[in-house]
């Protein structure tokens, strides 16, 4: 693997990401960059290949990103003491953070990427999709949207009851449909329970859902969904 092959990306990446990015491909976690997934704000999403398949390489760009908007969401949290307002700083423990989110997602059982390796603002990860990355719900609507929401409202229950986290960016955007089950992805902003006002965002990630899925003609009621992930009661 030669640094050569990363040069066509060269105007996207700083020196020091293509460093890691080279150290990631030469430990085997991916062989080739091969395409742009979204190009998005806070970070750059690539497929890579590896062997047959592919996976996701997600990078965090050190430069573009709200870094002060970043840093007033990591500094209650009290899992990253000591964190210090350095632009560098920050990006990497956002990384980290999403790396650590979705172990603990993956561990409960919940349907996420699972994550291969994190160095400095680079995360890889497994590709939801089969030959391409899968659709998110803004744009593929399950055949059968009750049964996807059954699984999806379990899964986000999982993460509130078994895993401890508040996924707080939840939304059409950060779902994956692949046949037919949901896979929550984007997990740089969850948080633990031990962060300070946690249940706002809990219920910010439910309303938005709730809307969502009564758009697509579900008929859910918020505060029995909002009681179903918080008290485990079986009524949906
Ligand atoms: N593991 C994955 N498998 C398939 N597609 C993925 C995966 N991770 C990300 N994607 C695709 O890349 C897009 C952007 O990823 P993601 O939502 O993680 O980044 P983002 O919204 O830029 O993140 P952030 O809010 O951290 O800046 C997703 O909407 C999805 O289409
Ligand atoms: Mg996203």
């Known amino acids: 693997m030669s640094k050569k092959k990363f040069s066509t990306f060269g105007n ?4 020091s990401t293509l460093r890691i990015l080279f150290k990631l491909s030469s430990q085997g976690y991916f062989d080739e960059m091969l395409s742009p997934v979204l190009i998005g704000k806070e970070a750059n999403v690539f497929t890579a290949s590896k062997g047959k398949g592919k996976v996701i390489v997600k990078i965090y760009r050190t430069q573009a990103c709200d870094f002060n908007k970043m840093y007033d969401y990591l500094a209650p949290d009290p899992r990253f ?12 423990t956002w990384a980290r953070k999403e790396y650590r989110n979705l172990l603990i997602a993956r561990k409960a059982g919940i349907n996420v990427p699972t994550p291969y390796a994190v160095n400095g603002n680079v995360l890889v990860m497994e590709m939801i999709g089969k030959d ?3 659709k998110r719900l803004k744009d593929r609507l399950p055949e059968d949207i009750e049964l996807f929401y059954e699984s999806f409202i379990k899964d986000v ?6 895993a401890k986290l508040i996924h707080a960016d ?3 955007y950060n779902v994956l449909i692949l ?3 949901p896979y929550i992805i984007d997990f740089s902003h969850a ?13 910010r990630d439910l309303k938005i859902m709730t809307k ?3 758009r697509k003609g579900l008929n859910l009621e918020y505060e029995k969904v909002l009681k179903y992930v918080t008290d485990g009661t079986e009524d949906k």
């Open 179 to 181: 046949d037919d089950k």
């Open 157 to 162: 229950r999982k993460l509130y009851k078994e």
């Open 81 to 92: 003491p000591k964190l210090k307002k350095n632009r560098r700083e920050i990006i990497v």
């Open 132 to 134: 391409e990355p899968a």
């Open 191 to 203: 948080i633990s329970m031990k962060y300070p006002r946690f249940v706002d965002f809990l219920e």
């Open 170 to 172: 939840l939304s059409e």
């Open 12 to 15: 996207v990446f700083d020196d």
């Open 212 to 214: 969502f899925f009564n």
